[in-house]
Nanobody
Framework: QVQFVESGGGSVQPGGSLRLSCLAT????????MGWYRQYSGKQRELVAA???????NYANSVKGRFTISRDNAKNTVYLQMTSLKPEDTAVYYC????????????WGQGTQVTVSS
């Protein structure tokens, strides 16, 4: 079963930037749309950005214009460049393939914490 390892989170001030990375243990990126999710404490995960196999992207309205998702199939890695960060972006961020994530048996990584605070 594919595993995901997220990294790059941290604590920043409002307006700051972070770049998240997600490494998959298997070469699935070329086959699946990949996405970044975030989870607020006590809430369900929500999809905030997706990159399709052809490279097209889609974003939640809350992050559109501030976040950029990209993928490097050769490195089995998906990235999330986050700029103009706001306190409401504070959450644990995860990556997954939306098709796989829809399964009740989906495998999730440990996530990476992003904290935006002055």
């Amino acid at each position: 079963q594919v595993q995901f390892v997220e990294s790059g989170g941290g604590s920043v001030q409002p307006g700051g930037s972070l770049r998240l990375s997600c490494l998959a243990t298997e070469s699935i990126f070329s086959e699946y749309t990949m996405g970044w999710y975030r989870q607020y404490s006590g809430k369900q995960r929500e999809l905030v950005a997706a990159v399709f196999t052809g490279g097209n992207t889609n974003y939640a309205n809350s992050v559109k214009g501030r976040f950029t998702i990209s993928r490097d199939n050769a490195k089995n890695t998906v990235y999330l460049q986050m700029t103009s960060l706001k306190p409401e972006d504070t959450a644990v961020y995860y990556c997954n393939a939306p098709l796989l994530a829809s399964s009740p048996r989906a495998s999730w990584g440990q996530g990476t914490q992003v904290t935006v605070s002055s």
